[in-house]
């Protein structure tokens, strides 16, 4: 007698017509016949999967080049597909299911010919966390195979847990042929089922990440009480030896995976790091939030990431004794066999070889690694990885950060009131886009709670769902809006960044233990410069103020488009968030 997974599988092997199907244990010996056949057998147009780089400076590492137009998510080929639209939103691309499956049953018939369906089974979370779900994700690619070794606990363990229950989370995924054009990413909720064809790329591909953990996880918290976040989980140590955790929402490539693992500048302090891209949120027995990391993996940007800005990951990186590390669309250095990207220390290699496996032209002002090209490796290799990690129950969380990339406008850090004005916070968060979606850069977009891609439901129902988790807190976590991106008149950055933001979070922490007071202006409360420790930088006086301005001028244009914005929720906007959009005009008197 087959199981109910074991039929599931053999049912998409009739449509997809593999030659083998290959049941992956996650063992570390399998990783090594996966890489092998990437960098032997498999290929993506002219390139194999994987080719090995310098193993003395880069140990267990890999360089892949994806096919040149699948580099990012396409987030205007994503569906969510509820049986109701209006539970889809505006915030999501929607198709009837029925009609979803018919397209998806087209593309994917015989997709697999000549090539092997490996069947991954994981779990998203601890295996013995009360909040883990087990997944089972098919997929033609070693690439993906791989990844998903990195990211997530992929073991039989998974098998074991769904036994013979038809209820676990499927995930079926083929690369295709790689043409944009019959790319989809499509959501089925209701069925715990993530389809996805026509691209091997990070959040299309790794079905457990942003397809599940989010889109369908949002769907499922909704329903049982809880949160799927788009949120980082640190630990933040003070001189005392004391941890409180806190977790931050942040758009994609906003500094989320920095912040994880913060090198801090003020001496006393450490970061410990839970997670770097989702949280999963549960209200514990004692009326405070838990926060659990679902992933085991780092997904980064590569570029940007030096011993200046991110030591520790560049430590992570290196770790030896753990297996393996990936890079995707970075540039290559012939002459070393070593990855580069830009702002990596030292200087620039002579004769690069560029993120598509072609010679680097300087002149042509392009860049050599992708802008969003990324690394994979596991979180374990992490010298700031939390004793925390595995706890089953997660850790609980003092504060929440929401954050955007805003060069103008947006305090460095503000304080909510309370917790429907944090919620209200989270809801106007806006940030001026990256390469981590296809669409242009620099614009302003509304993104709330950082999750506007990632939300697998109707948003105006999400900002009722934060409304009641609220009030279901006897001891709810302080919110708190961040910005690291104001700039000067001259458009340079105000404000270090990276280890240098741990000032902010000392002040967050300090409000959190009711240390110091702040001043209140009409976006909520903000420090007395003397309550933010300053010691060793050098910005003049007249700068810092301009961190902190808020001049309800530049207001006007901001309120209208934040109007606007929760306009299209109508019909399933709740009134709090109306009600303090009322009260943020009349502080600003506009
Ligand atoms: P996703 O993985 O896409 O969700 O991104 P992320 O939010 O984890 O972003 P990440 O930490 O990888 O940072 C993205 C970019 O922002 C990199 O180029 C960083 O160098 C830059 N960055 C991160 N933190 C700061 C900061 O404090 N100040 C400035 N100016 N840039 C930063
Ligand atoms: C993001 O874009 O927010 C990422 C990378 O973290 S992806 O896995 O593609 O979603
Ligand atoms: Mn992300």
């Not at 997974?5 to 049912?11: A, F, G, M, N």
């Not at 449509?15 to 996650?26: A, F, K, S």
């Not at 959040?203 to 909704?222: D, E, Q, V």
Request: charged share 25%.
């Amino acid at each position: 007698m087959s199981t109910p997974l074991q039929k599931w599988v053999e049912e998409q092997a009739k449509l997809t017509q593999p030659d083998n199907i290959y049941w992956c244990d996650g063992s570390e010996e399998e990783a090594r016949k996966l890489i092998d056949i990437g960098s032997k057998k498999e290929r993506i147009g002219e390139h194999f999967i994987f080719q090995a780089l310098n193993q003395d400076k880069w140990p267990n590492a890999y360089l892949h080049r994806s096919h040149p137009t699948d580099v990012a998510r396409t987030e205007h080929l994503t569906f969510v597909c509820h049986n109701n639209k209006n539970n889809s939103g505006p915030n999501n691309n929607w198709m009837q299911p029925d009609e979803a499956k018919k397209l998806m049953m087209k593309l994917s018939a015989g997709c697999m010919k000549g090539k092997t369906m490996y069947v991954l089974p994981y779990t998203m979370g601890h295996p013995d966390s009360p909040y883990s779900k087990a997944c089972v994700q098919l997929t033609d690619v070693s690439y993906v195979a791989v990844s998903m070794r990195i990211m997530t606990r992929m073991s039989k363990k998974a098998i074991d847990k769904i036994g013979e229950s038809a209820d676990f989370v499927k995930g079926i995924h083929s690369v295709g042929d790689f043409d944009p054009e019959k790319r989809y990413i499509m959501h089925f909720p209701d069925e715990h089922l993530v389809w996805s064809i026509g691209s091997g790329y990070g959040g299309n591909a790794l079905l457990g990440k942003k397809c599940f953990s989010l889109r369908i996880a949002s769907w499922l918290g909704l329903q049982e009480g809880w949160l799927a976040e788009h949120m980082v989980i640190l630990g933040i140590q003070d001189p005392k030896g004391k941890i409180n955790y806190i977790t931050a929402a942040m758009p994609s490539a906003c500094g989320k995976t920095n912040l994880a693992m913060l090198e801090s500048a003020l001496p006393g302090y450490k970061i410990w790091t839970i997670g770097d891209d989702i949280a999963w949120l549960n209200i514990g027995p004692d009326g405070r939030l838990y926060a659990i990391n679902p992933e085991t993996g780092l997904f980064g940007v590569a570029p940007g990431t030096s011993l200046k800005t991110n030591p520790n990951m560049l430590h992570t990186l290196k770790k030896k004794d753990f297996y393996p590390t990936l890079f995707t669309n970075t540039a290559f250095n012939p002459e070393t066999n070593e990855p580069w990207w830009e702002g990596l220390d030292g200087p620039i290699p002579q004769n690069l070889i560029d993120w598509q496996g072609k010679p680097w032209n300087t002149q042509q002002g392009t860049k050599a690694a992708h802008p969003n090209s990324r690394f994979t490796v596991s979180i374990y290799n992490s010298p700031t990885l939390s004793k925390e990690f595995d706890n089953p129950i997660g850790v609980p969380i003092s504060a929440i950060i929401l954050g955007g990339k805003r060069t103008q406008l947006i305090p460095l850090v503000t304080e909510a009131l309370n917790w429907q004005h944090g919620v209200f916070m989270g809801v106007r968060n806006g940030s001026e886009t990256t390469a981590a979606a296809i669409h242009k850069e620099g614009i302003l977009r509304r993104d709330p709670m950082a999750m506007l891609p990632f939300c697998g439901y109707n948003m105006g129902d999400y900002f009722q769902h934060w409304l009641n988790m609220g009030k279901r807190m006897k001891h709810p976590p302080k919110i708190y809006s961040v910005n690291w991106f104001r700039v000067d008149d001259e458009g340079k950055f105000i404000w270090p960044g990276f280890g240098e933001n741990i000032r902010v979070l000392k002040w967050i922490l300090d409000r959190v233990n009711n240390k110091v007071g702040a001043r209140e202006t009409p976006l909520g409360l903000v420090p007395e410069l003397k309550d933010l420790d300053l010691k060793g930088l050098d910005i003049p006086l007249a700068k810092l103020e301009k961190l902190f301005q808020v001049n309800p001028l530049d207001w006007k244009e901001e309120l209208q488009d934040i109007k606007k914005f929760l306009a299209k929720f109508e019909g399933n906007l709740p009134q709090e968030i109306l009600t303090e959009y009322e009260s943020l005009s009349a502080k600003l008197k506009i």
